[in-house]
């Protein structure tokens, strides 16, 4: 069962934009939106934007000042707004989340299945 769901990656020309989405499904009690990661091939992931629960972000030095991480207003999703995309950003792009359902005594890690971002002209 796919507790987090993805949407928005693509195909894009560099200096382009893409709004990546992410959403939880079923009886939510809490969310709470961890950030953003990517993992090119032959590397490690790695974490892109973060988000704190009194909505602090923070941002690796690669995608600094082009990419914005924020919560949605429905209290279960979260999104990634890319723009002045590059061929470097090119990668699967993940959302973490932890999330406590109806019937949990304390909140899980989850990962999205991820969608891939291609950068190329």
């Known amino acids: 069962q796919v507790r987090l769901v993805e949407s928005g990656g693509g195909l894009v020309q560099p200096g382009g934009s893409l709004r990546l989405s992410c959403a939880a499904s079923?009886?939510?009690?809490?969310?709470?939106?961890m950030g953003w990661y990517r993992q090119a091939p032959g590397k490690s992931r790695e974490l892109i934007a973060g988000?704190?629960?009194?909505?602090?972000?923070n941002y690796a030095d690669s995608v600094k000042g082009r990419f914005t991480i924020s919560r949605g207003n429905d209290g279960k999703s979260m999104t990634l707004q890319m723009n002045g995309l590059k061929p470097d950003d090119t990668a699967v792009y993940y959302c973490?989340?932890?999330?406590?359902?109806?019937?949990?005594?304390?909140?899980?890690?989850?990962w999205g299945q991820g969608t891939q971002v291609t950068v190329s002209s």
């Open positions: 079923g009886r939510i009690v809490s969310f709470i939106a």
């Open positions: 973490n989340a932890n999330i406590r359902y109806v019937g949990d005594t304390l909140p899980q890690n989850y």
């Open positions: 988000i704190t629960p009194n909505g602090t972000t």
